[in-house]
């Protein structure tokens, strides 16, 4: 397939990779702040907790639905609009005065958020097979770049507010303006690509079922939940993790096993850095490293391969005996992640029809939105029998994973056939 060139002849990938880096970018700008805002308005913790929740249920129902829908009108024009109605929700949560508008914000962006398939899509269309994992690397590589930096940029913006008594609204309306940057920007450079559109309604179950039929996609969608739902339960239980075993390394003298929000929020900064060093890895092993791999080794074996590497580090985790041996499990974690996330996305993406790529990817989406809500509860109720708990809980998923991947390889390798040429 050829690709459609943007301005001047330049390739898609670039364009798709900017604009969804600047719209992670305002998302990680707001998400550390969460904790802040909330208890400002007075809020409890279980409130919090569906502060957080809230944006991934939004995605989880509807990251189908904007996926059809670009299988129907085109991509361009699902996250151009996705772009402006996210600019539109972190405006309000600028200059939200209650709790009621904080949680108004946060739905609307995890609504107009849900369209990242369509992204996703957009890299299926305009790549060959044997492309498709380094594309979908290319846009790990955004995610986890806007991640990783979008906190620090909030933390920053949020640090000028000279009044204490009032919240900062700079760190909201600077994730409204690079929204307004990104939608601007896909709107003059992104050129809607060359495909087949996609018939059916918009609101359907039929990609479900199809999913549930078709092992090639259902594994590829369980695959991709698994090792969120792991990941999820390290980002966690990280922090609390760490002030209970190694307080000394988060600026305590003694060990906190029942941190309360206070200690979280003081504790956060320092964990801001080790995830950091997890996000930027990651980020160079999907945007680069990956490019040498997938033609060597094919999609399949790496999907397989990832989530021991994962399992490894949370095993790792769980039992080190010293702070070293956090460090060096947490060292491993980015390379699993990074040979994984791109190979799936790739996998699935693949075995879907050209006509439904929107659809299934939604679905996907919507599977990793469900990762993300249901394993921080469930990594919650392993630190109450042990901190080193929630752990093993996400080393015992991975190793799940990693069998259903050993299965896939065996049975499906040669339904995706290696590319060994440039």
Request: aromatic share 12%; charged share 10%; with cysteine.
């Amino acid at each position: 397939m050829s690709a459609p060139k943007g301005p001047g002849g330049r390739s898609p990938l670039l364009f798709i990779f900017l604009t969804v880096f600047i719209d992670l970018l305002g998302f990680g700008i707001v998400i550390p702040l969460l904790p802040i805002y909330s208890q400002y308005f007075g809020a409890s913790e279980w409130q919090l907790g569906l502060l957080f929740s809230c944006f991934s249920g939004m995605q989880f129902l509807f990251a189908p639905l904007w996926g059809r829908l670009s299988d129907r009108i085109g991509r361009k024009p699902v996250l151009v609009g996705g772009l402006i109605g996210s600019a539109a929700s972190y405006a309000l949560f600028a200059y939200a005065d209650t709790l009621g508008l904080l949680f108004a914000s946060r739905l609307l962006a995890g609504f107009f958020g849900a369209n990242i398939s369509s992204a996703q899509a957009y890299i299926a269309d305009v790549t060959t097979e044997e492309n498709r994992a380094k594309g979908m690397g290319l846009l790990g590589a955004a995610f986890g770049l806007g991640f990783t930096f979008g906190p620090l940029l909030g933390g920053v913006l949020s640090g000028m507010h000279a009044d204490p008594a009032t919240l900062p609204p700079a760190p909201g309306l600077a994730a409204a303006g690079l929204s307004l940057a990104a939608a601007l920007f896909g709107a003059l450079t992104l050129v809607e690509p060359a495909r087949q559109p996609g018939s059916g309604r918009v609101f359907s179950f039929d990609a479900v079922r199809e999913a549930s039929a078709e092992p090639r996609i259902g594994l590829m969608i369980l695959l991709n939940f698994l090792n969120i739902f792991a990941f999820a339960c390290f980002e966690g239980m990280f922090t609390r993790f760490g002030l209970a075993l190694f307080p000394e390394q988060f600026g305590q003298s003694g060990p906190i096993e029942h941190a309360t929000q206070a200690d979280i929020l003081k504790a956060a900064p320092i964990a801001g850095y080790y995830l950091f060093g997890i996000g930027i890895v990651s980020a160079l092993i999907q945007g680069g490293f990956i490019r040498r791999l997938v033609p060597r080794y094919g999609e399949t074996l790496l999907a397989m391969v990832g989530p021991l590497l994962l399992a490894l580090a949370m095993a790792g985790i769980g039992a080190a005996p010293s702070w070293t041996m956090v460090l060096i499990a947490c060292a491993l974690m980015p390379f699993g992640f990074g040979l994984s996330n791109p190979s799936v996305n790739s996998l699935l993406s693949r075995a879907a029809p050209k006509e439904r790529q929107g659809a299934f990817l939604g679905i996907n989406q919507s599977a990793a939105s469900l990762a993300r809500m249901s394993g921080p509860p469930l990594a919650g109720l392993c630190f109450a029998v042990s901190p080193r708990l929630p752990f093993f809980l996400a080393a015992g998923v991975l190793l799940l994973a990693f069998l259903i991947g050993q299965h896939y390889h065996r049975r499906y390798a040669a339904s995706f056939p290696r590319h060994t040429g440039a």
